[in-house]
T-cell receptor, first 114, second 112 residues
Framework: DAGITQSPRHKVTETGTPVTLRCHQT?????MYWYRQDPGHGLRLIHY???????DKGEVSDGYSVSRSKTEDFLLTLESATSSQTSVYFC?????????????FGPGTRLTVL | GESVGLHLPTLSVQEGDNSIINCAYS??????FIWYKQESGKGPQFIID?????DKRQGQRVTVLLNKTVKHLSLQIAATQPGDSAVYFC???????????FGKGTRLSVIA
């Protein structure tokens, strides 16, 4: 998994509760991404980061916020979880040097919102 | 379990045959393309990539073909093995360091 860990790996929560997912990398890569994966939709980008404190929205950012206070950690927060946010969440990383085009993915977090 | 594979197009091949998985991409300005393999319960795994200035690239048992005229990408797997059974995604990058945009995926099922 290219030095990427995600925590927790599984979580069940209730509607209206806040949830934070963590992505941790050991490769010192500049770019980090959060995707969600749902049947019929493939992988959709939620937010991404291009450096410490530098983030931008993806195509499905509503209801999510992110923070990156240090290079190795990228946090995804659901301020008030809804059932529509039940999904599998993947973090990915990418370098910024010449030839660093490939995004590498973590193992995923399965989130269930009841 | 694997829920992402529901409703995906499926390709079934006999073990030992060659597999061809196709992908149509959307942006004629995309400069980089990549194929991922995803096994049940795991994250997508890089297989092979290609830049827009190439039309073919080969790896170990895999070949990617790019036809920019019709915006089509294909992944060929030689001598398909049971371990190749998975969902395969193509992705494109519009330019520079923009994030990848993913296709919906194809499930490859290898019949032993």
């Amino acid at each position: 998994d290219a030095g990427i860990t995600q925590s927790p790996r599984h979580k069940v929560t209730e509607t209206g509760t806040p949830v934070t997912l963590r992505c941790h990398q050991t490769e010192n890569h500049r770019y980090m991404y959060w995707y969600r994966q749902d049947p019929g939709h493939g992988l959709r980008l939620i937010h991404y980061s291009y450096g410490v404190k530098d983030t931008d929205k993806g195509e499905v950012s509503d209801g999510y916020s992110v923070s990156r206070s240090k290079t190795e950690d990228f946090l995804l927060t659901l301020e008030s979880a809804t059932s529509s946010q039940t999904s599998v969440y993947f973090c990915a990383i990418k370098g910024s040097g010449l030839g660093s085009d490939t995004q590498y993915f973590g193992p995923g977090t399965r989130l269930t919102v009841l | 379990g694997e829920s992402v594979g529901l409703h995906l197009p499926t390709l079934s091949v006999q073990e030992g045959d060659n597999s061809i998985i196709n992908c149509a991409y959307s942006n004629s300005a995309s400069d980089y393309f990549i194929w991922y393999k995803q096994e049940s319960g795991k994250g997508p795994q890089f297989i092979i990539d290609i830049r827009s200035n190439m039309d073919k690239r080969q790896g170990q048992r895999v070949t990617v073909l790019l036809n920019k005229t019709v915006k089509h990408l294909s992944l060929q797997i030689a001598a398909t093995q049971p371990g190749d059974s998975a969902v395969y995604f193509c992705a494109e990058r519009n330019s520079g360091n923009t994030p990848l945009v993913f296709g919906k995926g194809t499930r490859l099922s290898v019949i032993a």
